[in-house]
């Protein structure tokens, strides 16, 4: 399984841009990059994925380095709701199984 | 989309009973997916079904564990005799397909006395 690395924990104040990094330097050409988070007591919930372009949806931006071994998971403007552990996940092109690490736990302050 | 559904939230049981749980996917997903969570760390995979066909199994999935999703709809997973270590969090997911969002359910966590 292509693995990812991630910091265990970050902080942001509210209100405020988070950018989350992720490296994935063993990545291959057709692997994509997804990024999930999870608040406690509740399943994993999907916040973006891309390949090889930078992707923006209504909850994040997800900026993917040229040579695809690093990616930035943005969030514009935090809120208290943003709180949970954010999951940076490569799927392989046999396209079943999502491997999870450990992720980064953020932490947003008043 | 009523989202993924997973019956029921909490189970507890003595060592040695046999569990079953039932995941029902967002209708038109064809993929499920079980993982199993234990505290403090990130989700593991279990199994996958394309439609009723079991693809994959997770070396994880002992043959205590038997997963089914008859005509491709509900699943369910069956742990037999279980175990102290069998306590965590059993999440369902769908998918509409290769590369597509996995839509996870809030899990069924399972305690063993």
């Known amino acids: 399984d292509a693995k990812t690395t991630q910091p265990n924990s970050m902080e942001s104040n509210e209100e405020e841009p988070v950018h989350l990094p992720c490296n994935h330097s063993?990545?291959?050409?057709?692997?994509?990059i997804h990024w999930y988070r999870q608040l406690p007591s509740q399943g994993p919930e999907y916040v973006i994925h891309?390949?090889?372009s930078n992707v923006n949806n209504r909850m994040a931006s997800l900026a993917i380095a040229e040579d695809r071994k690093s990616s930035t998971l943005i969030l514009h403007r935090a809120t208290l709701r943003d709180a949970a552990v954010y999951y940076c996940?490569?799927?392989?092109?046999?396209?079943?199984?999502?491997?999870f690490g450990e992720g980064t736990q953020l932490t947003v302050n008043p | 989309d009523t989202g993924v559904s997973q019956n029921p939230r909490h189970k507890i049981t003595k060592r040695g009973q046999n569990v079953t749980f039932r995941c029902d996917p967002i209708s038109e997903h064809n993929r499920l997916y079980w993982y199993r969570q234990t505290l403090g760390q990130g989700p593991e995979f279990l199994t996958y079904?394309?439609?009723?066909?079991?693809?994959?199994k997770s070396r994880l999935l002992s043959d205590r564990f038997s997963a089914e999703r008859p005509k491709g709809s509900f699943s369910t997973l069956e742990i037999q005799r279980t175990e102290q270590g069998d306590s965590a969090m059993y999440l369902c997911?769908?998918?509409?397909?290769?590369?597509?969002?996995?839509?996870f359910g809030d899990g069924t966590r399972l305690s063993i006395l």
């Open positions: 996940i490569l799927e392989e092109t046999s396209g079943s199984r999502l491997t």
């Open positions: 997911a769908s998918s509409s397909g290769y590369s597509q969002p996995q839509h």
């Open positions: 079904f394309q439609n009723e066909a079991q693809l994959e």
């Open positions: 891309g390949l090889t």
């Open positions: 063993t990545i291959s050409g057709t692997d994509y």
